[in-house]
């Protein structure tokens, strides 16, 4: 679906123009997630340790007409989250440093006790508060909990 999706896109889009996707299904009874990502950072998976998924083909959709993109499946263990965000969380600035991947999982380390909403409130306000409240970007965060 997403080489086709990607083929119709490139064919009606511009040279500079594409978009960036992130598609997944949560099976909550056999607590799997799939996605497929194009152009968006590898989701975070927060359990006991803290991982980066795979990204997989991490072009954006509409870039190249023959563009392939992989699905990747995974196992959630009970009480972990799957952490999505855009490039604009981990590329917010301060004196010309980037927050950051390592902050991303310092921040989510310290509030995953708080659950989904306590987890995305505090990376925001450490976000905020690094870049001190002056985000140049757009973000997007979303964490959902597997129980």
Partial sequence: MTRRTNKTIARQTEANQFITVHFGLLDLANRSYKYVSAGHPPPLLV???????????????????????????????????VVLYTDGLIEARRDGKFFGQENLVEAA??????????????????????????????????AFLVS
């Fill in 47 to 81: 359990h006991k340790s803290e991982e980066f998924l795979p990204a997989g083909n991490h072009l954006p959709i509409g870039v190249r007409e023959d563009a392939a993109y992989r699905q990747h499946e995974l196992s959630l263990a009970k009480n972990s989250f």
């Fill in 109 to 142: 380390r310290k509030y995953r006790r708080l659950g989904a909403q306590g987890l995305v409130d505090g990376i925001l306000a450490d976000v905020e508060s690094f870049s001190d409240y002056r985000l140049a970007d757009d973000i997007a965060l979303v």
